[in-house]
Structures are given as C-alpha cells and as structure tokens.
C-alpha cells in the first residue's frame, strides 16, 4: 500500500491505495504554515483512526500546490512512516507530453490530472478541477496537454463578492429551484450553480473547436459535486482523479530501475 497526498490550497486529501484500489480517503484543511511535527501529528492520527499499518507502507507520493506545505508534508511522512515520500516536481516520470510555453511552470495538480485522465479515460480529453480555484485544461488525440484556463473557484469568488458588497450575504453553493430567481439568496445561487455550468458548457464548446476533436470531460475538485449534474454536456465526474494519477506516477517511478527496465511490482 502506499500514501497518496494532494496538497491543494485549502484542503489536503489523503488517500491509501492499493494495487489500484483507493481506500480510506480523507480531507484536511491545509495549514500553509504548518511545520512538519504539526503535519506528523494529523497524519499520525488518520492512520490510528483508519488502522493503517505503517509497516505496510510502501511508499508515499505527494502532488502540492502549496510550496510551504510540500517539504513539511514530505519531512512528516518520512517520521511517521520510515518510507520516502515522492513528489511530483522534475524529475518525476510522468508520461505527459506537456505542450504550453513553458513546461515547468505547469503546476502539480495539472500534471496529475492529466495523466489520470489520458489513463483512465483517453484523449482527447478536458479537465475540470473546480476548487480554490477552477482550471480547465485540454489534451489532444496525440495525448499532448495543450494547456487551457483558470478562473476563480466558486466559493473563491462568492466570498469575494459578499465581502466587497453592503447588501449581498455570504451564501451556500447549492442550486435554486430555477435559475429565474426571485430572492436574492437564489439569485446568487442561481449565478454560482447555473452560470458556472454554463461558463464551464461555454468553454468545453470553445476548447472542442479549437481541438477540432469531441473530448472526454472529466470533472473532479471539492466542489464539482454542486456543478456537473447542472452542465448541459456529459461530464464524468471523478473525485478521486488526483489520487489516480498519484498512483500512475508513482508506479512509473517505482516499477523501473535506473535503466528504465520494468521491475517486478511487490
């Protein structure tokens, strides 16, 4: 079994997988400036309440977006577990042909997505990631991530919405019973749920012309739940996309040695 983490701005998932099988999916809330004895303690406390056994621990792999919180994350596995903690960053194989400007501004979390989508579901393929913020990313039949765009996330931009108005209040992003609302809290709801659906149709239509291809939409993210039944597009919604592609990179670099000749898997 190994430990899979994604480190995303507000939430850490945890994950255990094995042989391809996730269990025991857990999300925290990231502490960016958390030290790696704070990061142990929680860890430590997950694998008590889960009754992970650490001797059967393989390894551990790490996907951040939060670079405080990736050496802390890394230090505290490693104290708690004994096993060495894999981040993806360069170096990582990952099997991504990444096509944008400049490859290694590509951040960790796109990188993972990608490949769990050209694996589990083929190219060509668009990515929806909808939480702190929202990302929309585009792989062509050649299997080559082309690049795509980021938005603020719902919950990002509700909060600033509320907070920077005198009359609008704070809101929970669930959908009103039609999108002509007739208060304001529905009217607000209206925009968050329907008009991000229809943003995210918008975009899937634009992004499928541009590829000259009908993709593969998979959605996955804290807060796609709430969104993807509202699309008009079939979407294939995913939660646990991250940890996949964890796993596929995480065997990519383990199941090879130094001379990229394929080991025997434990």
């Known amino acids: 079994?190994?430990?899979?983490?994604?480190?995303?701005?507000?939430?850490?998932?945890?994950?255990?997988?094995?042989?391809?099988?996730?269990?025991?999916?857990?999300?925290?809330?990231?502490?960016?400036?958390d030290t790696w004895a704070e990061y142990a303690i929680k860890i430590k406390q997950l694998f008590e309440i889960f009754d992970f056994d650490m001797q059967e621990l393989e390894g551990a792999i790490v996907s951040s977006v939060v670079p405080p919180a990736t050496a802390a994350i890394i230090e505290a596995v490693r104290k708690v577990s004994g096993?060495?903690?894999?981040?993806?960053?360069?170096?990582?194989?990952t099997g991504l042909n990444v096509r944008i400007d400049d490859p290694a501004t590509l951040g960790a979390d796109l990188v993972v997505g990608g490949v769990a989508a050209?694996?589990?579901?083929?190219?060509?393929?668009?990515?929806?990631?909808?939480?702190?913020?929202?990302?929309?990313?585009?792989?062509?039949?050649?299997?080559?991530?082309?690049?795509?765009?980021?938005?603020?996330g719902v919950n990002l931009s509700y909060r600033a919405l509320s907070s920077g108005t005198s009359l609008l209040p704070a809101i929970s992003i669930t959908a009103p019973p039609k999108a002509v609302a007739t208060n304001t809290v529905d009217c607000m709801r209206s925009g968050a749920v329907f008009g991000t659906a229809s943003m995210i149709d918008g975009m899937i239509d634009r992004m499928e012309e541009e590829l000259g291809d009908k993709c593969t939409v998979i959605a996955t993210g804290g807060i796609a739940h709430r969104i993807v039944p509202y699309c008009r597009h079939e979407v294939k919604l995913d939660e646990d996309l991250i940890l996949k592609g964890l796993w596929t990179i995480w065997q990519k670099n383990t199941l090879?040695?130094?001379?990229?000749?394929?080991?025997?898997?434990?």
């Open 118 to 152: 050209i694996t589990y579901y083929g190219a060509p393929c668009i990515v929806l990631d909808l939480g702190t913020a929202t990302t929309i990313t585009a792989i062509d039949s050649s299997r080559a991530f082309l690049g795509g765009a980021i938005l603020p």
């Open 256 to 266: 090879q040695d130094a001379n990229g000749e394929a080991r025997k898997e434990k």
């Open 83 to 93: 096993v060495e903690c894999l981040a993806v960053g360069p170096g990582i194989r």
């Open 1 to 33: 079994m190994i430990l899979a983490v994604d480190v995303g701005n507000s939430h850490t998932v945890l994950g255990g997988i094995e042989n391809g099988e996730i269990r025991n999916v857990v999300r925290i809330r990231t502490g960016h400036s």
